[in-house]
DNA sequence: GTGTCTGCAAAATATTTGCAAATTT
DNA sequence: AAATTTGCAAATATTTTGCAGACAC
């Protein structure tokens, strides 16, 4: 309901699924693209950029807005929550926290009205903890 | 340490800065630019984005990847969580939450050196709660 | 057959950058 | 005076869109 009115099922949206799927990266639109790639030599960039706002749409893939200007894309869609790396940019999916962190009293916020919360926990990641180097941060 | 080389306090610099904290909108560089050129005719949008970039390495501001592919900019720097509007795309800064949500042993995750987290609450605004019409979701 | 979807290319949006002149320290 | 910063314009990067033909149902 809300969503998914007459969607068909082409090849390309079904690659671009199971692409995303086999990615722990959490890969941009372009990078998407170059993995499908090589399965489907004539699909195009539009393609996919519009396959992914559909499918984020109907809930089957997440649209993360996290690490700078390019939308990331996660094929994960069980609750979970996200490390990022500030130094990197590296983006991982935190199974581990149980999801209920957050209490119920906590909830009423603002006016809103909530529907779910997501957790974005920044630091280093173990690469780049190692090599601290003096580096700029963020990027 | 780590950051702020010889910065130097710019006009430019100041009023961008300013502007910001008197906003509550989370503005993009973009509207930033318009309300700042009401104090400054000249200034250009290249020099707003060079400055926010610069404010949110030396943590004046922060920068947020939340609501779609515009980058937005919080002049509140004091630690705090977002209520983002699945609707409209509304954000609100969120103080009431204490900020030790989330328990020390959560905080030992996947091999990062975790400096923090931010919540994002995602749900409805009260104005998109109010009138739930049929319209499309997420923009 | 009809409506959805694709590839392609162009357009729109968003951000970054080179450079000479201006400003800050 | 030296280093940083600015305005401007051009270059990049990212995302969206128009359209005719192809495809799914």
Redesign the pocket.
Known sequence: META?????????QV?LEELRKLKSHP???ELYQKVRKR?K??????V???L??LAGNKSIQKLYMS????RFDGETKPHHHARCTKCGAVDDLFELPQNIVQQRHMNLDDYDIRGYRIEFYGLCRKCKSRKQTAKTTK
């Open positions: 009115p007459n969607q068909r099922n082409t090849k390309q949206r671009i941009t639109a372009a489907l004539k699909i195009s960039l539009g393609t950029y519009r396959n706002e559909l700078g200007s390019e939308a």
